[in-house]
């Protein structure tokens, strides 16, 4: 698996914690940065990761920020893309067995490092479930033509 992070400035430590699960986990990424605390604007953060997601460079993409709102927001507007925005173990979970999510949002602001660690090592860690799921992931994909890009 090859994942994709980014945050903004106010994701910045939350970010270099969950990097590190990834090498803990001996998972490959790639570091989209920033690498200051000076304030950024989070779209020009999320776009990259989304892009590189939604062509295939990443299998998945991780983004944060206060509150992970604004993250999750600008990476939706991208075709293709699955963002959900958790912070809790059980939706983590679920959004990977349900909703193929492929990119995960998270707020520094919102959820401790410790449970970040857990959200983000569920969401990596869950396969999607398929079956009945994989007939609504198809009509959430097919809303993407509805916009026509």
């Known amino acids: 698996m090859k994942v994709a992070i980014s945050s903004d400035h106010g994701g910045n430590n939350l970010?270099?914690?969950i990097m590190s699960l990834?090498?803990?986990?001996?998972?490959?990424?790639?570091?989209?940065?920033?690498?200051?605390?000076?304030?950024?604007?989070?779209?020009?953060?999320?776009?990259?990761?989304?892009?590189?997601?939604?062509?295939?460079?990443?299998?998945?993409?991780?983004?944060i920020c206060g509150t992970g709102i604004g993250m999750s927001i600008a990476a939706n507007k991208v075709r293709g893309i699955r963002c959900a925005l958790v912070h809790d173990v059980f939706s983590a979970e679920a959004?990977?067995?349900?909703?193929?999510?492929?990119?995960?949002?998270?707020?520094?602001?919102?959820?401790?490092?410790?449970?970040?660690?857990?959200?983000?090592k569920t969401w990596l860690e869950t396969e999607f479930e398929g079956g009945r799921h994989e007939r609504r992931v198809n009509k959430i994909c097919s809303l993407d033509l509805a916009r026509g890009e």
């Open 95 to 120: 959004t990977r067995q349900h909703n193929d999510t492929n990119i995960l949002a998270m707020g520094e602001r919102v959820v401790g490092a410790g449970l970040a660690r857990m959200v983000a």
């Open 22 to 63: 990834l090498d803990e986990l001996k998972i490959d990424y790639t570091d989209f940065g920033p690498q200051t605390d000076d304030s950024v604007d989070y779209p020009d953060y999320a776009k990259p990761i989304a892009d590189g997601v939604a062509k295939g460079d990443f299998d998945r993409g991780i983004l």
């Open 15 to 17: 970010r270099k914690e």
